[in-house]
């Protein structure tokens, strides 16, 4: 089984701009959530989509957002980038099921905001 | 709500010595508790997990932790480290429903010398 997928993998950015990052998830999983790991920081919550919908969201303002698409990969997009969302940012996906909150994650994507 | 404390920022051993990576963390409600690994400039993997059964979990390569609901605890060890193990380490906590959001603690980065 593929797990998860990430793209790109770094990229940078200047500030005021927007940037949309990508996510295949695990084959067989329909849930998908995305975390921002600051440097030194443990993973933040972003939010989560599940049938394309978002069902739970972390403590960012509404410039973060996404999508989830029918096969179940998801978007992250970020307008009026700032200096402090330079970070990692990695996808997670899960299935159902009883190991439902089992998260597997990508490798990342590193956004640096110059 | 809910958070985790890892008490060990960094934790320097030698080879084949004993480690005792250290979580505790607070909850009005059930737990499924998680250890994360992350090498450097990768994403997290997935190291051990209590989602019920016995509070004494496993990994292939050697970690175990247990989990106490008395101390909100859930210590993560290795009698004998090998110095691929050097890694950041992540304990995560999540509270069920149908939303699968993992809040992380801070990380304990585990350095292997020889």
């Known amino acids: 089984e593929t797990g998860v997928t990430q793209s790109p993998t770094h990229l940078i950015k200047t500030r005021g701009q927007q940037v949309t990052l990508r996510c295949s998830s695990q084959?067989?999983?329909?849930?998908v959530s995305w975390y921002q790991q600051a440097l030194g920081q443990g993973p933040q919550f972003i939010f989560q989509?599940?049938?394309?919908?978002?069902?739970g969201r972390g403590n960012f303002p509404p410039r973060f957002s996404g999508l989830q698409f029918p096969n179940y990969s998801s978007e992250l997009n970020v307008n009026a980038l700032e200096l402090d969302d330079s970070a990692l940012y990695l996808c997670?996906?899960?299935?159902?099921?009883?190991?439902?909150?089992?998260?597997?994650f990508g490798a990342g994507s590193r956004l640096t905001v110059l | 709500a809910q958070s985790v404390t890892q008490l060990d920022s960094q934790v320097p051993v030698f080879e084949e010595a004993p480690v005792e990576l250290r979580c505790n963390y607070s909850?009005?409600?059930?737990?499924?508790l998680f250890w994360y690994v992350q090498y450097p400039n990768q994403g997290l993997q997935l190291l051990l997990k209590?989602?019920?059964?016995?509070?004494l979990v496993e990994s292939i390569n050697g970690f175990e932790a247990e989990f106490n609901k008395s101390q909100t605890s859930f210590h993560l060890r290795k009698p004998s480290v090998h110095i691929s193990d050097t890694a950041e380490y992540f304990c995560?906590?999540?509270?069920?429903?149908?939303?699968?959001?993992?809040?992380f603690g801070k990380g304990t980065l585990l350095t292997v010398n020889p």
């Open positions: 995560a906590v999540h509270s069920g429903g149908s939303n699968y959001k993992l809040t």
């Open positions: 997670a996906s899960s299935g159902g099921g009883f190991g439902a909150n089992v998260l597997t």
């Open positions: 909850s009005s409600v059930s737990v499924y």
């Open positions: 084959s067989g999983h329909n849930t």
């Open positions: 989509y599940y049938r394309e919908e978002e069902n």
């Open positions: 209590y989602l019920s059964g016995s509070t």
